[in-house]
């Protein structure tokens, strides 16, 4: 019998992939496709089949040979691996720019991820609202952490700050940091971190950039066959 994903250990690579899995067959469903191929999904998402293939065996392989993967099933088997089956709610602390376009981007409560409140230092700032998002004063987080029953928190502030704040918050009792300082964040291990760093995303952009145009021709690092996908 297919193991199940909670017993098994899925490597970070596949998750990484899992979101994008999820977005094509999100699109799938909405064009009204109810099952695909492995290899059909292989052209689409431009990785191999048998990559497809390994990956969702993680999961005891949603496919059927010779009928291909039912996409509503494989849909919310993914979703529910990625806990985006459920509503989570967050707090941003830092309602300066970045903070305030994640506020103003409405799209993450289509995923369930629900912002209640941002917190800042600023008075000039306390006391707006973002898309109805309040922001508040950082004397009022521990209680808003504990009376909301907050897990996960944005950090949108300056690298200087945001050691002293993140350990603030786990004392208050959040478990996952969406850390976009550009800083390493030391924490017990218990506590979950995922690390957002735009510029680094933009040298690796960079680092192709400069290899196509030394290379021109020549196949990409880790071009499997024929796909062109560098990840
Ligand atoms: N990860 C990325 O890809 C990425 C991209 C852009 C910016 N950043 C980083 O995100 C952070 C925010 O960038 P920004 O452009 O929004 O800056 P910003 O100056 O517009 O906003 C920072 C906000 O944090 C507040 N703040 C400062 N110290 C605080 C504290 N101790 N507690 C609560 N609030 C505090 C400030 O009052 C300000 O409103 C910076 O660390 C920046 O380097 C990261």
Redesign the pocket.
């Known amino acids: 019998m297919a193991e199940k994903s909670e017993e098994k250990v899925i490597s970070k690579a596949v998750i990484r992939r899992l979101p994008r899995y999820y977005r094509y067959l999100g699109e799938l469903m909405e064009s009204g496709v109810e099952r695909i191929s492995s290899n059909e999904l292989s052209i689409r998402m431009k990785v191999t089949a048998s990559q497809i293939r390994q990956d969702l065996n993680n999961f005891g392989g949603f496919g059927q040979q010779g009928y291909g993967y039912n996409v509503k099933y494989l849909y919310q088997e993914i979703a529910r691996i990625l806990g985006i089956d459920r509503q989570h709610t967050l707090i941003i602390?830092?309602?300066?720019?970045?903070?305030q376009a994640i506020a103003n981007y409405a799209n993450f409560e289509r995923r369930g991820f629900i912002i209640k409140a941002m917190?800042?230092?600023?008075p000039r700032?306390i006391g707006k609202d973002f898309r109805g998002i309040p922001v508040l004063s950082?004397e009022c987080l521990d209680s808003f952490i504990k009376e909301n029953d907050i897990q996960m928190a944005a950090l949108?502030?300056?690298?200087s700050?945001a050691m002293l704040?993140a350990d603030n918050l786990v004392a208050s009792g959040i478990k996952a940091i969406w850390n976009?300082?550009?800083t390493d964040l030391n924490l017990p291990p218990e506590v979950v971190v995922e690390n957002?760093?735009?510029?680094e995303s933009l040298m690796r952009l960079s680092y192709k950039l400069c290899y196509q145009m030394d290379h021109p021709g020549r196949p990409k690092p880790g071009k499997q066959g024929g796909m062109t996908n560098w990840d």
């Open positions: 602390i830092g309602a300066g720019n970045l903070g917190f800042d230092v600023d700032l950082m949108t502030i300056p690298k700050q704040v976009f300082a550009h957002v760093h735009l510029s």
